[in-house]
């Protein structure tokens, strides 16, 4: 294999995770917070609120942090993975939906003496 099949964007792979964890109790919110620090230390950086992801070089070092993140599952909630290609990443449209906001001009008061 040529290094220019190895490392094209369809064999390069994003690994994301998605996951809605209930977080009403103490042991719901350790729960939580253990999962989300064993991603971050398995390499995941947040993307979105609940959604992590992590670059793998291979799909067989995706399916390595794949295996990893079904070891850690919570007992509770609900987690997703969901494994894409480079280019299919480099594809994505992202928005930033924050808009300008337009201050009020301030009220230009009168003052009789």
């Known amino acids: 294999m040529s290094d220019d099949n190895r490392f094209n964007a369809y064999?390069?792979?994003?690994?994301?995770?998605?996951?809605?964890?209930?977080?009403?109790?103490?042991?719901q919110k350790k729960a939580y917070s253990d999962f989300r620090k064993a991603l971050v230390n398995d390499g995941f950086t947040?993307?979105?609120?609940?959604?992590?992801?992590?670059?793998?070089?291979?799909?067989?070092?995706?399916d390595v942090h794949t295996k990893r993140v079904k070891r850690i599952l919570p007992s509770e909630g609900h987690v997703g993975i969901m494994r894409i290609t480079d280019k299919q990443f480099g594809d994505m449209e992202l928005f930033d939906c924050t808009k300008p906001k337009n201050l009020e001009k301030p009220?230009?008061?009168?003052?009789l003496f």
């Open 11 to 27: 064999r390069i792979m994003w690994v994301m995770v998605f996951f809605d964890l209930p977080t009403e109790t103490k042991k």
């Open 46 to 62: 947040m993307f979105q609120f609940s959604i992590y992801m992590r670059h793998c070089m291979s799909a067989e070092n995706a």
């Open 107 to 111: 009220v230009q008061q009168l003052e």
